[in-house]
T-cell receptor
Framework: NAGVTQTPKFQVLKTGQSMTLQCAQDMNHNSMYWYRQDPGMGLRLIYYSASEGTTDKGEVPNGYNVSRLNKREFSLRLESAAPSQTSVYFC???????????FGPGTRLTVT | EDKVVQSPLSLVVHEGDTVTLNCSYEVTNFRSLLWYKQEKKAPTFLFMLTSSGIEKKSGRLSSILDKKELSSILNITATQTGDSAIYLCAVDLQGGSEKLVFGKGTKLTVNP
């Protein structure tokens, strides 16, 4: 039972490049989330998916897109990376207690 | 705009001290308040509070919610170096979507 997994763990991109961050969970969560964490800013919600086939914007969605491919997987795409997107990205799933979120290990992304 | 404010932003104490971390919120449609501990990587869930005045306890950690004051405190007694972490407070909102609004966190450092 791996919980919530994310790939890659680290990534360096040049400005304008694109990439997809992958997230998968084996905890049968209905809801999944993407956050970014910057120093001194706490966690900010980018997008979330309350169930398979649905996605909604969070607090900071600009520059990102998401896909809820199936119940297990929720990916985050940066179409044209910018230095302002340098951050640590966390994926999370809602547990059996709907408001108790389980987090993946994070992806550290640097855009130069 | 929904807002969660934590104080202090950082705190340095000696082993054995007792600390109190604060979280206040201004949100529409409050449902519950959650505390997380974040060490080197992903946040891990500590407590969920929904009812005012009922203390949740886990070992040396305890937390209580005051709905009248729109706030919560997290107490850690007899601190240890392993308590060093960022403590995040988040508020869950009603309204059909399972979203959390996070504060910026309190960075606690416990020195031997």
């Amino acid at each position: 039972n791996a919980g919530v997994t994310q790939t890659p763990k680290f990534q360096v991109l040049k400005t304008g490049q694109s990439m997809t961050l992958q997230c998968a969970q084996d905890m049968n969560h209905n809801s999944m989330y993407w956050y970014r964490q910057d120093p001194g800013m706490g966690l900010r919600l980018i997008y979330y998916s309350a169930s398979e086939g649905t996605t909604d914007k969070g607090e900071v969605p600009n520059g990102y897109n998401v896909s809820r491919l199936n119940k297990r997987e929720f990916s985050l795409r940066l179409e044209s990376a910018a230095p302002s997107q340098t951050s640590v990205y966390f994926c999370a799933g809602a547990g059996t207690n709907l408001y108790e979120q389980y987090f993946g290990p994070g992806t550290r992304l640097t855009v130069t | 705009e929904d807002k969660v404010v934590q104080s202090p932003l950082s705190l340095v104490v000696h082993e054995g001290d007792t600390v109190t971390l604060n979280c206040s919120y201004e949100v529409t449609n409050f449902r519950s308040l959650l505390w997380y501990k974040q060490e080197k990587k992903a946040p891990t869930f500590l407590f969920m509070l929904t009812s005012s005045g009922i203390e949740k306890k886990s070992g040396r950690l305890s937390s209580i919610l005051d709905k009248k004051e729109l706030s919560s405190i997290l107490n850690i007694t007899a601190t240890q170096t392993g308590d060093s972490a960022i403590y995040l407070c988040a508020v869950d909102l009603q309204g059909g979507s399972e979203k959390l609004v996070f504060g910026k966190g309190t960075k606690l450092t416990v020195n031997p």
